[in-house]
C-alpha cells in the first residue's frame, strides 16, 4: 500500500494548515514536515503543469 501521509499533509496545508500545525497533529518535527511538504508540492504541482502541457496541443 503506498504511503498517502504527503499527500494528507499536502492537502492540509493547501487548506491553511502550518507546518507548526502539522508536526503537532502527526507527531512529527517541523523540519520532517516541511520537507515532506516541498517534496508533495514538487510531485503534484510538476505533475498537473506537464500534464496540462501535454494535452495543450
Known sequence: MPDL???GLYLDAK???SPR???RD???P???IELRLEAARLCF???V???E???AR
Open 49 to 51: 503543469a506537464r500534464l
Open 45 to 47: 504541482e510538476r505533475q
Open 15 to 17: 487548506e491553511g494548515a
Open 26 to 28: 502527526y507527531g512529527l
Open 53 to 55: 502541457f501535454a494535452f
Open 21 to 23: 500545525e502539522l508536526a
Open 5 to 7: 501521509l504527503n499527500y
Open 30 to 32: 517541523v523540519e520532517e
